[in-house]
Nanobody
Framework: QVQLVESGGGLVQAGGSLRLSCAAS????????MGWFRQAPGKEREFVAL????????YYADSVKGRFADSRNNAENTVYLQMNTLKPEETAVYYC?????????????????WGQGTQVTVSS
């Protein structure tokens, strides 16, 4: 059974930083890509970043390039999203997701497994 558990959300001032974690279990990690998405109230879920378990290849949405960093700890089966210089408009529920395969996919339906989400609130 695949389980993804996010943590690390919270309240931060604009310009601040947060690090999200996603602990994964039940996956054959070498064959999966892990994605991060976010969903603000009244908006569609949008892609933020992804990382491949194997070589650590990362890919980012243009809106977060240079500010967010995706990483993984294979020994702990955990991926991280370091978020710097946060903006109020980035207030959302952030989700970790997993899909089998290595192709870069940024649409939520391409991901089979999802965590419960963690709230990130950026105050102005």
């Amino acid at each position: 059974q695949v389980q993804l558990v996010e943590s690390g959300g919270g309240l931060v001032q604009a310009g601040g930083s947060l690090r999200l974690s996603c602990a994964a279990s039940g996956l054959t990690f070498s064959t999966y890509t892990m994605g991060w998405f976010r969903q603000a109230p009244g908006k569609e879920r949008e892609f933020v970043a992804l990382i491949r378990w194997t070589e650590g290849y990362t890919y980012y949405a243009d809106s977060v390039k240079g500010r967010f960093a995706d990483s993984r700890n294979n020994a702990e089966n955990t991926v991280y999203l370091q978020m710097n210089t946060l903006k109020p408009e980035e207030t959302a529920v952030y989700y970790c997701a997993a899909r089998r395969g290595f192709t870069v996919k940024t649409n939520p339906p391409d991901y089979a497994y999802w965590g419960q989400g963690t709230q990130v609130t950026v105050s102005s």
